[in-house]
């Protein structure tokens, strides 16, 4: 009876134990929030302020790519060029040097390596810049792949912390201008491919050399005026997009049979806007969404090339039920791809890029990242391409690359010749117009082989072709004339 009587006086001590302890810990807590609030703070504070005192300077940090990794950063590359001189300077005190070509046969444009510092002095004030890289996170966030395994670039610029207002308000906007200014008198034009055997790069490229120009283009003259208007007006039309509420850019279809002269289209317009170009491989790209990153690293005042796009991927959606029936065919008749053939099928049912997605690429949200690019399609079979594709506001301007015409053979016969008029003229204006040449075959008829090669020796040569050209042309439609009576006939 006594140990049931002394219970409740047990369960009201222990009651008491766990209200004290509650307490204890809501104590320990709140303590704990106003150490982190106000204690740490102060603390913080006065920590900042003892580092001013041993360290007065302040640092700016320019990463080389911003937007998560999602495009390579103006501000780097122009604080990167101005740092050149510095970087060469012999008192700059840089010791390790990295070159890349520059315009001119010999000439190299340099920049300082990783770990490296330099000093710059701007209106009385020293500054100093320091350039370092780390690896990427083990995690290479949306990029991943190939492209997050390259490590991070940076350039830190230090300064004292009294400089702060002149740094930031002017000597920052100077050396962007400056920059700007370096990168323009320095700049190559180049030819970009995404067929990259570095791993940590989505473009690789070469100098673009090549010497076409609308001048050397054989074409009528009213057309080649009408492209070099329009190309004019783009470039011209930066105000006028931005009226209109339209990305800076334009697209271009060239179509035609093989030979007509759409590659050297494309290197005549990039010289006469002075424009680098990208050559995408369709079929080396995997996804969409690869499609779209490769997109967003070309840079403004380019053209963005996709050669013989009706080859590169099959984007009308048919793929597959194509494949069965031609496989069946050629089951039936006991045909055998080649290797080429082959290699070509798999790289096709490795990518997966859709239609969708190139739709997206020419002219969805994401095709309005950067401005003043041009994008341009070629094709040999026009009507195999799916009228989305090509419809305007994609592909803006149409241009057919056309059969060699007389005027254009005239245009040639004076480039490659020197010969403005010929008795043989005559004879090959009939035969043109009644046959179908390139002006690739033209060209090569008109080119000398051989020191006693001339104008009569060439333009006689081109008149053998022509007319045997003509008089196969008259034997196939004797012989389809023959298969339509024998047709007739049997009927």
């Known amino acids: 009876m006594s ?43 006065q920590a900042r302020r003892l580092a001013a005192i041993v360290d007065p300077y302040l640092s700016v940090t320019v990463a080389e790519y911003d937007g998560g990794r999602m495009k390579q950063s103006d501000a780097y590359k122009e604080v990167q060029a101005y740092l050149q ?34 000093a710059d002095v701007f ?98 003259a009213a057309k080649k005026k009408e492209i070099m208007d329009d190309l004019d007006t783009f470039r011209n039309g930066k105000e006028y997009y931005a009226r209109v509420g339209k990305p800076w850019k334009r697209g271009y279809l060239l179509y035609g049979p093989p030979g007509t002269g759409k590659s050297t289209m494309i290197a005549a317009m990039a010289n006469y806007l002075d424009y680098d170009i990208y ?44 494949k069965k029936a031609k496989d069946a065919d050629a089951a039936k008749d006991g045909d055998k791809k080649d290797g080429d053939q082959e290699e070509e099928d798999k790289k096709k049912e490795g990518s997966k890029v859709t239609l969708s997605g190139v739709l997206n690429f020419i002219d969805g949200l994401w095709s309005a990242c950067g401005g003043e690019r041009i994008i341009v399609f070629t094709t040999n079979h026009v009507d195999k391409l799916d009228p989305a594709l090509i419809r305007r506001g994609r592909m803006d301007k149409h241009i057919e690359m ?11 016969a004076k480039i490659y010749l020197g010969v403005e008029s010929h008795h043989l003229f005559d004879d090959v204006e009939s035969l043109l117009a009644e046959v179908e040449i390139t002006p690739a075959d033209v060209s090569e008829y008109l080119t000398p082989k051989s020191d006693g090669d001339n104008a009569d020796t060439c333009l006689g040569d081109l008149v053998k072709e022509l007319k045997r050209m003509k008089a196969e042309k008259a034997q196939a439609a004797q012989l389809r004339g023959k298969e339509v009576e024998a047709d007739d006939d049997e009927e």
Do not use: Q
Not at 402 to 412: P, R
């Open 3 to 45: 140990a049931m009587e002394a219970s409740p006086a047990a369960w009201g001590s222990l009651n008491s134990g766990v209200v004290l302890s509650l307490i204890a810990v809501l104590c320990s807590m709140v303590w704990k929030n106003l150490e982190g609030m106000f204690f740490g703070r102060h603390f913080n504070r």
């Open 85 to 118: 001189r510095a970087s060469c300077d012999a008192g700059g005190g840089v010791r390790h040097l990295k070159a890349e070509p520059a315009k001119g046969a010999d000439a190299l444009v340099l920049s300082m390596g990783d770990n490296e510092e330099v």
């Open 123 to 220: 209106r009385g004030v020293n500054i100093s810049w320091l350039a370092y890289s780390k690896p990427p996170p083990e995690n290479g966030g949306y990029w991943g792949g190939r492209h997050g395994r390259a490590n991070r670039r940076f350039y830190r610029l230090f300064f004292l912390e009294r400089d702060r207002d002149l740094v930031l308000g002017e000597y920052l906007p100077y050396v962007r201008r400056e920059g700007r200014a370096v990168m323009v008198k320095n700049r190559r034009r180049k030819l970009f491919t995404n067929l990259s055997a570095d791993d940590d790069r989505m473009w690789s490229h070469v100098a673009f050399e090549h010497p076409k120009t609308f001048e050397t283009l054989a074409m009528k």
């Open 279 to 322: 050559d995408i491989e369709l079929t080396s790209v995997r996804t969409n969404s690869d499609l779209r990153k490769i997109f967003i690293e070309t840079t403004s005042k380019s053209i963005i090339v996709i050669e013989d796009i009706d080859c590169s991927l099959d984007l009308t959606g048919k793929r597959k039920k194509k």
């Open 402 to 412: 056309s059969y060699c015409c007389f005027e254009a053979f005239k245009f040639l």
